[in-house]
């Protein structure tokens, strides 16, 4: 009997998308074949390929193509029975716009590319048999599991397990307030894990016929020891770690620490680049004396780790509008960093507020983020060991990658 996954994921390991796979790829060794097909590649991406832990790997590359290549493949989309059912179902629930019925067709044109791409690698390259165990995982939750769905019928008694995180699960961080295919995505896949509790309650109120298959496994961070105590408690030093995108609203953090008393402090490091990093840069060049800014820019995963471990920062900070459940505060905490953070998505399931930091409204004023600073910058030694005691627990509990790993693939399994 043969052991084999399939993996479905964006450029994955190509560019630097999906950076939180990687540590998941350490615990695929209980598949005997894992099969990676790296979707959408795009130019910029191919130059980049990391090195994965892996012997038993083989990585099929998909590149993206042109928007009119994906036009010229629409009339199969077009005529095809998920896009009619999506349509159905946009006018059954009154959905319908022309730029969400644009935006589905885009989706599905993708799905039938690369379902022809991968079968024909498929047919070529891999011989199923009734004896295998064959599993289908997408790692996200866009149009991939109805892409599974179109090649699983090949494997006898596979099964299809996807993840859902956070662009790919609440509809309502898209322009168009929509994401195609979520129920025939549903009925693609045998289970559908979310990364938060919250996602899970989401998916579950709005697609009630799907509650059996919808379920809660966490990501997680490798234990990268804990900081030592804080060395001052003349000068707060947060740090931040993020896209620079408009989600993220470091904008708003900007007007938070202009905001801040001048009787304390403060150092802000953010590691992370984006499209909006010279308007942010532009906005902390004018911030008072007493609130420094630096920006690091893109940074290698194991360089911030070595700077949260070594006490270079003392809190984490997070005034995104919208999260799954952020990684990046699992990193931080597992380092032992309180966090201040906004309470959207499954962020108030890591920061539990007065106990490993301060969970502020979804929506703050800068004088509530302030506020929440200037508490962590008066705060006793006593009292922020006691903090950062509780976030590195917190961390440990239940977002300890090796045991969340060891179990998502057990349930891959069973």
């Known amino acids: 009997m043969t052991r084999r996954l399939l993996l479905f994921a964006n450029s994955f390991p190509y ?14 060794d209980a598949f005997d074949e894992v099969y990676i097909f790296s979707l959408s590649i795009r130019k910029h991406q191919r130059d980049l390929r990391r090195d994965l832990p892996l012997e038993q790997v083989t990585v099929v590359p998909v590149p993206f193509k042109s928007p009119l290549f994906y036009a010229a493949v629409s009339p199969r989309a077009l005529v095809s029975r998920a896009f009619m059912t999506e349509l159905r179902q946009l006018l059954r629930d009154r959905r319908f716009t ?16 690369e379902a022809s791409v991968i079968g024909r690698f498929i047919r070529d390259n891999i011989t199923p048999s009734a004896s ?14 109805y892409l599974m769905s179109r090649l699983a019928a090949k494997f006898p008694s596979s099964r299809r397990i996807g993840r859902a995180h956070g662009i790919d699960l609440f509809e309502e961080r898209q322009p168009t307030d929509y ?35 919808i379920k809660v496994s966490y990501l997680g961070t490798e234990d990268h020891g804990v900081r030592p105590p804080r060395s001052s408690s003349q000068v707060l030093r947060l740090v931040s770690c993020s896209e620079v995108a408009p989600v993220k609203r470091l904008e708003l953090l900007v007007e938070a620490l202009r905001e801040v008393s001048d009787t304390v402090q403060v150092e802000w490091s953010h590691y992370g680049d984006g499209p909006d990093m010279d308007r942010v840069r532009a906005m902390a060049s004018t911030l008072p004396g007493h609130v420094s800014a630096t920006f690091h820019g893109w940074t290698r995963n194991d360089a911030i ?29 597992s380092c032992g960093l309180p966090t201040i953070a906004t309470d959207v998505g499954g962020t108030g399931e890591i920061v539990s507020d007065g106990v490993n930091g301060r969970l502020i409204s979804a929506n703050p004023m800068p ?33 300890d990658s090796d045991r969340n790993y060891r179990q998502f693939v057990g349930k891959m399994l069973s």
């Open 305 to 333: 780790l070595e700077a949260y471990r070594s006490g270079r920062h003392d809190v984490f900070i997070n005034v995104s509008s919208s999260e799954g459940l952020p990684v990046s505060i699992m990193e931080s905490s």
């Open 98 to 113: 022309v730029a969400r019925a644009v935006q589905a067709l885009s989706q599905f044109s993708r799905a039938e590319h």
């Open 367 to 399: 004088r509530e983020i302030a506020d929440a600073v200037e508490e962590f910058a008066r705060m006793t030694p006593d009292a922020f060991a006691r903090r950062s005691a509780a976030a590195r627990e917190t961390w440990s509990t239940h977002f």
């Open 15 to 28: 560019g630097k998308q999906e950076p939180y796979l990687m540590r998941e790829c350490h615990y695929l």
């Open 179 to 213: 994401l195609p295919g979520r129920e025939i995505n549903l009925r693609a896949l045998d289970e559908l894990h979310s990364v938060s509790q919250a996602g899970a309650e989401y998916l579950r109120a709005r697609h009630p016929d799907f509650v059996a298959k």
């Open 132 to 145: 295998d165990e064959t599993v289908f995982y997408a790692y996200r939750f866009l149009y991939q599991p």
